[in-house]
């Protein structure tokens, strides 16, 4: 059974970080590439980043380049988004997503908020 659960969200001041984790399994993790969606309230669901499988290439939506990165320990199934210098926009629901094999995790909450 493919899984993708998502964990690290939460509350943070602008300016602040976290650090998300995504944990697959049920499938060759290490072929394939993984994405990280979010969706703020009221819109629509957006790629913020990218990671291939071998060798390792990066996509970055444009708001996050700079702030986020997106990095995979193929040794452990673990795809992570570091998030720095947060701001009230990144506000959002964040998804990791495996596109070949369609999987979805259920989304871990991140707020950026004085």
């Known amino acids: 059974q493919v899984q993708l659960v998502e964990s690290g969200g939460g509350l943070v001041q602008p300016g602040g970080f976290l650090r998300l984790s995504c944990a697959a399994s049920g499938y060759n993790f290490r072929v394939y590439a993984m994405h990280w969606y979010r969706q703020a309230p009221g819109k629509e669901r957006e790629l913020v980043a990218i990671i291939s499988n071998i060798p390792t290439s990066t996509y970055y939506q444009d708001s996050v380049k700079g702030r986020f990165t997106i990095s995979r320990d193929n040794a452990k199934n673990m795809t992570y988004l570091q998030m720095n210098n947060l701001k009230p926009e990144d506000t959002a629901i964040y998804y990791c997503?495996?596109?070949?094999?369609?999987?979805w995790g259920q989304g871990t909450q991140v707020t950026v908020s004085s």
């Open positions: 997503h495996q596109q070949t094999v369609g999987a």
